[in-house]
């Protein structure tokens, strides 16, 4: 899984990147050539359980890859929107950082600290990128630089997406046809992205739960059905910067139950709608990701395409009952492990041995 991290300049982006990837890369005003990407594990407390038990020579978590791209704004060099945004083509999401943290020593390009300014600012950009690119479809397909028999069907499509671009609505809010969102994959519209909002806080917004502008953000967020994660990027860092035995009881003290990267993770999860199921042994406990209502066939293919060719059965037992039993081998002589067919659903925490034949 890809996610995009943006933003305007001075909002915390690259240090958000930092704090969930440990990726060092440096932070201030200025503009990055290239994009930072790094890789994150997904924490997942089930994984913890399935290693100890099993002591496997390897424990690999589901990962999310972010790519980090410069700020948005001044200083660009003559570079316009879709340039910087180049590096996030291929995203599964985006998250919107906004910043809301007051600083004497990182103030605010613009002067003042205002996240709902912001936040429509870099909206707008989003939007006027994707006019752009809708506008040069239709050239070239007025000019007949495209196949015949695909310019009708571009053209309209392309028509009512500038019908919502026009009025600043975002792609992500459009209802299209299961037709027309597959034909519109072929595009790169970044306001199609689903997308998440960070606020990033400062220590005495995160303590109290509240920030300028937060009733106003919460509206447009509710309103998009946008997921709006509030985050304190100074405060994780500190956490980060301590032995992993120091930080449970710091994190008490702040009323914190999870780091940034699980929080963002499980946000993430809820909101693309993906689950994962496990696969266990003395050689490896791993964690796979798919989306909701896959069947054990298309999840068999995640691991190898052949697998999911050669399907004959799955034996599956939901992590619950793998942990009431205590053991695979207690899970099986109490009847909680059953053989599944291909078109059966997987479920969050399953865990699965494929049976196949190639």
């Known amino acids: ?38 890789v994150a594990n997904v924490p997942d407390e089930r994984i913890d359980h399935l290693a100890e038990i099993y002591r496997p020579k390897k424990t690999t978590y589901a990962q999310i890859e972010f790519i980090d791209i410069a700020g948005l704004g001044p200083n660009s060099n ?12 291929n995203v599964d999401a985006l998250v919107q950082v906004v910043r809301a943290f007051r600083s004497d020593t990182v103030p605010h390009f613009r002067g003042n600290i205002d996240s709902m300014r912001d936040l429509d600012v870099l909206q707008s950009e989003l939007v006027l990128s994707d006019l752009a690119l809708l506008e040069t479809r ?51 519209f970044y306001t199609a ?31 998009r059905q946008i997921p709006v994660l509030p985050i304190c990027g100074k405060l994780e860092e500190e956490i980060i910067g301590l032995p992993p035995e120091d930080r449970g009881p710091f994190m008490a003290d702040l009323g914190l139950r999870e780091t ?45 395409s052949d697998i999911e060719r050669g399907f004959i059965r799955a034996e599956v037992v939901g992590y619950e009952d793998f942990c009431a039993a205590g053991s695979m081998a207690q899970a099986k002589e109490k009847g909680l492990c059953r053989l599944e067919g291909k078109e059966y659903i997987v479920k969050d925490g399953d865990i699965i041995s494929f049976r196949f034949n190639v």
Not at 12 to 34: M, P, R, V, W
Not at 78 to 89: K, M, N, P, S, V
Request: charged letters at 25%; a negative charge; proline letters at 2%.
């Open 78 to 89: 003559g570079r316009d929107t879709r340039e910087f945004l180049t590096a996030l083509q």
């Open 1 to 38: 899984m890809k996610i995009g991290i943006i933003g305007l300049p001075q909002v915390g982006k690259t240090t958000l990147f930092n704090l969930l990837t440990e990726a060092g890369a440096s932070t201030g005003f200025g503009n990055k050539d290239k994009a930072n990407i790094g």
């Open 138 to 188: 239709l050239e070239r397909l007025n000019k007949g630089r495209v196949k015949q028999q695909d310019v009708e069907a571009d053209m309209a499509l392309l028509e009512k997406c500038r019908l919502y671009l026009e009025e600043e609505q975002p792609l992500s809010q459009v209802e299209f046809t299961s037709e027309e969102s597959a034909h519109l994959r072929q595009y790169t």
């Open 193 to 223: 992205i689903p997308m998440l909002l960070a606020i990033n806080l400062d220590e005495e917004e995160l303590i109290e739960g509240a920030y300028p502008r937060q009733e106003d953000l919460s509206a447009w967020a509710k309103a």
């Open 260 to 304: 940034g990267i699980a929080r963002l993770a499980k946000a993430v999860y809820r909101y693309l709608d993906l689950v994962s199921y496990f696969t266990v042994g003395s050689d490896e406990v791993r964690a796979w990701t798919i989306t909701a209502g896959m069947n054990a066939r298309q999840a068999a293919g995640k691991i190898h």
